[in-house]
């Protein structure tokens, strides 16, 4: 059979899409990126914000329209929080929820009566990422989260924390680079409370992997800035860790972090940055930030704005707050006008290009190692423009002979100009 996988949201989803490809694979099914061919239609769902929901109840609905006869799958945070709801959408057939996504396949083969084809399981196929137009792969190495953000859905969709056993991640690391894959990148939901429940650490994680794996590019996904164990940012010496994290700070206020329930000031953030961009220069942080939360004073929001423009982001998430049923944020008082709430994100969409395009400056001249990816954009008949991303993950394009083939590859560049929303650079041979 044929099977299509769709996400929204987090690196995590993209993990868990990327692992449920693999099991049908195994299952001796076939994975499409053409959804109207698929027999069964699979989507991971998001609920972070009430836009996330109503993005993921529209996917659902356009899956179903656009391919009525394949069966259709629900899982994720949005499917986990409004079980019955999602039931009830035209076209679904079986609704899993996060408690039970590790056992997806098994699932929705036993549960849709079909039929798996054991026999071809060991026979060779094309890898799942690629089959899927990707060259990383995101590894869940941890689940759900001990913390209570007072504006977050999403630790009450995932629940407690679990953490994966370093072996099992190594294992799979290992396989996905003997299958050609150059760049992994670490996801969770709580990733900085990785092995806490396992007698281990982030830390001990990434040299382990660094120690028992050679694949040439490491990533993390988003981190919390809080817990990281010592001289965490020492490790970026090792320059297969690749120099960028996303921390999201959520706001530039402290009195606001407290409403929001953040373990991290801004005076330990603004350190965090400080070694992070000492180690190593050009090390990329970008952020997520909530605008208009409960209560924002003007001068709250000005104290954020001033913090966020001091400490200078690579990218910025922006988020403006919407009220979250099940959140303490959503029974705090002073809820923010859409009016408010609108000319502060503008505000903040302002600064945040000006940052970005900063940073993106800065690098220019520069020279580093990109790994080059499937994504072209024919310019002539004889070249096109190809995409990639360099260590601190600028996206960048270089122009290639049509039969020219660097996809998959680790060539190095040098960023000359800027052009729309990437780099223009130069191959060095």
Known sequence: MLIHLKTLGCRL?????????QAFQTAGHHITRDQSLADINIVN???VTADASRKSRQMIRRMHRNNPQAKLVVSGCYATLNPDEVAELMGVDL?????DKNHLVE???????????????????EFSLFSRGR??????????????CTFCIVTIARGKEISRPVQTIIDEINALHKQGINEVILTGVHLGGYGDDINSNLSDLIRAILDHTDIPRLRMGSLEPWELPPNFFDL???PRLMPHLHLPLQSGSD????????????????????????????????TDIIVGFPGETEQEWQDSYNFIKAIGFGHIHIFTYSSRKGTKAATLA???TNEIKKQRSKQLHQLAEQMKQQFIEQNISRQYPVLWEAQKQEITEKYSLIFGYTPNYLRVACKVANDESIENKIIPAELQEVAEQHLICQLIS
């Not at 989803?13 to 490809?21: I, S």
């Not at 609704?95 to 408690?99: A, D, E, F, M, T």
């Not at 036993?110 to 060779?124: D, I, K, Q, R």
Request: aromatic fraction near 6%; charge should be positive; hydrophobic fraction near 40%.
């Open 135 to 148: 060259q990383r792969a995101f590894i869940k190495v941890q689940d759900g989260c001990r913390y209570r």
């Open 95 to 99: 609704v899993i929820s996060n408690k």
């Open 107 to 125: 699932q929705t083969l036993a549960g849709l009566n079909l039929e798996t084809m054991p026999a071809m399981s060991t026979e060779p196929g």
């Open 255 to 286: 009195s606001v972090l407290r409403r929001m329930a953040r373990r991290c000031k801004t005076k330990e953030f603004a350190e965090m940055v400080k070694q992070a961009r000492g180690k190593i220069e050009n090390f990329n942080i970008t």
């Open 334 to 336: 002073k809820q923010l």
């Open 13 to 21: 989803n993209e993990a868990e899409l990327e692992t449920w490809a």
């Open 236 to 238: 970026f010496a090792n």
């Open 45 to 47: 769902s998001c609920a």
